[in-house]
């Protein structure tokens, strides 16, 4: 269902480039994909890092730091990805994927790697959000850009795959902490960061292509080059309607993820089980993740990016509401999985629809509004399950609503769909 101008042809490659494998891939086009996805590793790590060194920072620092003020200053790195994710789509669209990629890719290593030298809490906060802004740019970009390079039949299975990148960071991070942190104290887990400025970058400099170079009028870009570009194309016939369900799908489906993410340790532990240590729990779901990023990559090009995060998201739904009502040890882990599964497969599937539905112009832009709205979500969770909690509404409540996004996104996901069915019966493209 990609209704694309005539602009988007000459971003595809729809016959094998000279060099080009049997899949159709240029050789040179994979290896760009590999050094996008590697970037998207360090959201999952960013995401997971901060949990891993929360304690320490509370204990060791002498920052004076509380729980309460410690949750505000892990929120901050979501406060500027959501901020990132918003203008670098925006900017992909205008000075170029490849630049934009590189800039964001700088800006969080740097200031990721400043984390670990900071004098005070206000500082390192502002670090954190700093870094934000970079890391959150990073993810639309790159996946507009390998939207650009792989072939139309795969589309949908690339930008899945790509989002496995996340939960295999987020589970570096919670392994590497465990030797790391008492070895060499918490500042090394932000160190971590000069793999990124000193092997990742790079590797992107002399991989990543342009595939939109900013201000060329000629046949490449047809009639993009006479189209607005910007978030007002986006808020306007025949977008809006589209765009808006895909943010809010996208809000309530980070809201369950980052939720989880922030707080199932905790809940667990409250709630009773005896699973051992918090690694375990956070391997749970970002397997799961990984899982769902393989599983949905399959389905979606079986079935449609829309069917399957429809079925992905009430599979979240289902296995969180299975954990209310206390379940054995062995259930526990397979609800576990399964909501790693429904959560981050539903995410990667709506950046795979996003990325097939909007024409090349606006794919970056596109990108960068869903996952740039969709970080209240990720800002929110953290706040509301404490909230919750503290309100003494016990821990189900957190899973209630952690299940209740989930079966949220269902629906969102389902209206995108009949929005999609609809103006293609009556002959409206670039929907």
């Known amino acids: 269902m990609n209704h694309t101008t005539s602009a988007a042809a000459p971003q595809r490659m729809a016959a094998p480039a000279p060099g080009a494998g049997r899949s159709g891939f240029p050789r040179r086009s994979v290896l760009a994909v590999l050094v996008c996805w590697l970037l998207v590793v360090f959201d999952g790590y960013d995401l997971i890092v901060y949990g891993t060194v929360q304690g320490s920072l509370i204990s060791d620092t002498g920052w004076g730091l509380t729980k309460a003020t410690a949750g505000t200053i892990g929120s901050m790195a979501f406060v500027g990805m959501m901020i990132g994710a918003v203008f670098a789509g925006r900017m992909s669209d205008t000075w170029g994927r490849r630049r934009t990629i590189i800039g964001c890719a700088v800006v969080f290593s740097v200031f990721t790697i400043l984390c670990a030298f900071a004098p005070s809490a206000p500082v390192f906060g502002g670090l954190r959000l700093l870094a934000g802004i970079g890391l959150g740019g990073l993810v639309p970009s790159a996946n507009a850009l390998v939207a650009e390079l792989v072939p139309e039949k795969w589309r949908s299975t690339i930008a899945t795959l790509m989002m496995s990148g996340v939960p295999i960071g987020g589970s570096i991070a919670a392994l590497a902490g465990i030797p790391l942190i008492p070895a060499f104290g918490w500042p090394v887990m932000f160190l971590v960061a000069v793999v990124a400025l000193l092997v990742v970058i790079p590797l992107g400099i002399r991989y990543l292509p342009e595939t939109l170079a900013p201000g060329h009028k000629g046949a490449a870009q047809g009639q993009a080059a006479k189209e607005a570009v910007g978030f007002g194309s986006l808020l306007r016939a025949p977008y809006l309607g589209i765009s808006v369900l895909f943010?809010?799908?996208?809000?309530?489906?980070?809201?369950?993820?980052?939720?989880?993410?922030?707080?199932?340790?905790?809940?667990m532990q409250l709630a009773g089980y005896n699973l051992g240590s918090a690694l375990t729990f956070a391997l749970a779901l970002n397997l799961g993740a990984v899982a769902g990023s393989v599983l949905t990559a399959w389905a979606g090009t079986r079935f449609g990016p829309i069917p399957t995060a429809i079925a992905a998201a009430a599979v979240a739904a289902v296995g969180l509401l299975v954990l209310v009502t206390g379940p054995p040890v062995a259930v526990v882990y397979l609800m576990l999985v399964l909501a790693g599964v429904g959560t981050h497969g539903t995410q990667c599937l709506i950046i795979a629809a996003v990325a097939s539905h909007y024409p090349a112009h606006l794919r970056g832009?596109?990108?960068?509004?869903?996952?740039?709205?969709?970080?209240?979500?990720?800002?929110?969770?953290?706040?509301?399950?404490?909230?919750?909690?503290?309100?003494?509404?016990?821990?189900?409540?957190?899973?209630?609503?952690?299940?209740?996004a989930a079966a949220a996104a269902a629906v969102l996901i389902a209206a995108v769909g009949a929005k999609i069915k609809k103006s293609t019966a009556v002959g409206v493209s670039n929907v």
């Open 247 to 267: 943010a809010i799908g996208t809000l309530v489906t980070l809201f369950a993820w980052y939720g989880l993410g922030t707080w199932l340790p905790n809940l």
């Open 365 to 404: 832009t596109a990108l960068g509004w869903a996952l740039g709205v969709g970080r209240i979500g990720a800002v929110a969770a953290p706040q509301a399950g404490g909230l919750l909690l503290a309100a003494g509404l016990g821990v189900n409540s957190n899973f209630l609503a952690f299940a209740g």
